[in-house]
């Protein structure tokens, strides 16, 4: 079974890092039901703005930890450099 790492931007323009197994049923989680983040319930919407893949549980704990220890800034240059590989 496949992980992913991903960062929300909630509508207070701040990021939200986690990881799931269905990326579109945690989307729809942190912006629909009780199941969301305390986090991220206080701000909706959120908008997906990045994701990778992980081998398993542990690799993805261990991405998320050294995303959530990243910079406002260096998120920010990793979601852009993911964006413009996309273009």
């Not at 983040?37 to 994701?51: D, G, H």
């Not at 690799?59 to 910079?71: D, P, T």
Request: aromatic fraction near 12%; include cysteine.
């Amino acid at each position: 079974m496949s992980y992913y790492v991903y960062i929300l931007k909630c509508s207070d323009e701040t990021f939200y890092t986690g990881i799931t197994t269905d990326i579109l049923r945690r989307l729809y989680e942190h912006n629909e039901s009780s199941k969301g983040a305390k986090y991220t319930k206080l701000r909706r919407p959120v908008e997906l703005v990045y994701s990778e893949v992980c081998e398993d549980r542990s690799s993805a704990s261990k991405r998320e930890y050294v995303i959530k220890r990243f910079s406002r800034v260096k998120k920010i240059e990793l979601i852009e450099s993911t964006k413009e590989k996309l273009c």
